[in-house]
Structure formats: C-alpha cells, structure tokens
T-cell receptor, first 115, second 116 residues
C-alpha cells in the first residue's frame, strides 16, 4: 500500500514559468513532510520541509503548501530554471518515538524545464 | 566535505553470490539508513540504525543484513544475491533538527547493483 503518492510521473514547463509538483498521502499519522531533489547519478538532496502545524513554508523560489484535510501537499517553483530539471521526491514522517528519520517516499516526479 | 560516502558505485553479481556495500559518514550523525530505489517505487527503507550498536528492519529487509561497525560506518550485506535485488542502493545519515523535531537525511551518491 503506497502511503505517499506522486501521481504525475513527469512534468514539463517553460523556463520562467511556475512548476507545481503534487503529492498525496493516506496516513493521517504523518506530521512532517519533506521534498528531496535528485539529479542523475547523485543521491537525493533535501530541498524544503513543512510541519503539519503549518500550511505554507517558503524558501526563495521554493514554496511548499500543505492541505491537511485533503492529505495533499504541493511544491511550487517560481520562476522555474533549467537547473531545476531533476527528479523530485515527496516524503513523509511521523515524528517522535522510534520513528527517527524513517521517511516514506513517493514515487518521484521528473521535472524538465525547457529554456 | 565528504558527507556520506558509499562504495562501490557499480557492481554486477551472479545469482547466489554475496557482497557487502560499504557506507561511511563524517558528519557525526547518530542515525544511519539503507534505502533502495526502484523504478515507479520511490525509495524504500531496508534497514536503519538509530544509534551505534542498534539496528532495526525497515520496510523491505528480506535478503539483507546490516552491521553498524561504529558511529561512522554502516554496511549492507547480500548473502545470496537474487535478480529481485537489482536496484540502486542509497545510504543516508541523519541529524535531529531541534527546531523541527525531525530528522533530515543526507544521502550518499548511490550504488548501482545488477544481479544476473
């Protein structure tokens, strides 16, 4: 059972436009959400996160929105740049106890930004 | 700034062979993890070590063993490799961020394993 889902395998946008990557989750116990970015032949790198007590977190061109009632989060990249072309993974975590950093990942979305 | 270092980067095995993937981190992190990435599946947790001296199963532990050799090193062993273990393996370590109450993982570059 896929508890974190990224239903769009790929997304193509023009440079300068907005990229919106979506993620849905089913486990209501998740209370912390992260986005990771992965280039070919490299490991995933942390991009941005959000706690379940917030509905928005912003870091430069990257903003993550969380809709708890819909169990949905999205990553907005504005403006998109060709260097943003990568695979983006959504991940979720239930903090506390013995959870440590045991992230549950989505399948990933390949973002291509065209010049 | 080495971060998390994995070896080897590539390996081809025959069914039934054994091998060990090595991982070392230089960030003084307590927790370490092994994930595998398969097409359409995202990353799935194989084993983790919350601290030196402890290891626990993740989502897909069958066919694997791990050793937390010391605080820096966490190895993953395939005793009898199977084609289903063809994958890209990522080691990670994490630090606890007090402001968020969460661990943020730092990943290695990955090890691509093919089992024929």
């Amino acid at each position: 059972d896929q508890q974190v889902k990224q239903n769009s395998p790929s997304l193509s946008v023009q440079e300068g436009r907005i990229s919106i990557l979506n993620c849905d989750y089913t486990n209501s116990m998740f209370d912390y959400f992260l986005w990771y970015k992965k280039y070919p032949a490299e490991g995933p790198t942390f991009l941005i996160s959000i706690s379940s007590i917030k509905d928005k977190n912003e870091d430069g061109r990257f903003t993550v929105f969380l809709n708890k009632s819909a169990k949905h989060l999205s990553l907005h990249i504005v403006p998109s740049q060709p260097g943003d072309s990568a695979v983006y993974f959504c991940a979720a975590l239930k903090r506390g106890g013995t959870s440590y950093g045991k992230l549950t990942f989505g399948q990933g979305t390949i973002l291509t930004v065209h010049p | 700034n080495a971060g998390v270092t994995q070896t080897p980067k590539f390996q081809v095995l025959k069914t039934g062979q054994s091998m060990t993937l090595q991982c070392a981190q230089d960030m003084n992190h307590n927790s370490m993890y092994w994930y595998r990435q398969d097409p359409g599946m995202g990353l799935r947790l194989i084993y983790y070590s919350a601290s030196e001296g402890t290891t626990d199963k993740g989502e897909v532990p069958n066919g694997y063993n791990v050793s937390r050799l010391n605080k820096r090193e966490f190895s993953l062993r395939l005793e009898s490799a199977a084609p289903s273990q063809t994958s890209v393996y990522f080691c990670a370590s994490s630090s606890w961020i007090a402001s968020s109450g969460a661990n943020v993982l730092t990943f290695g570059a990955g090890s691509r394993l093919t089992v024929l």
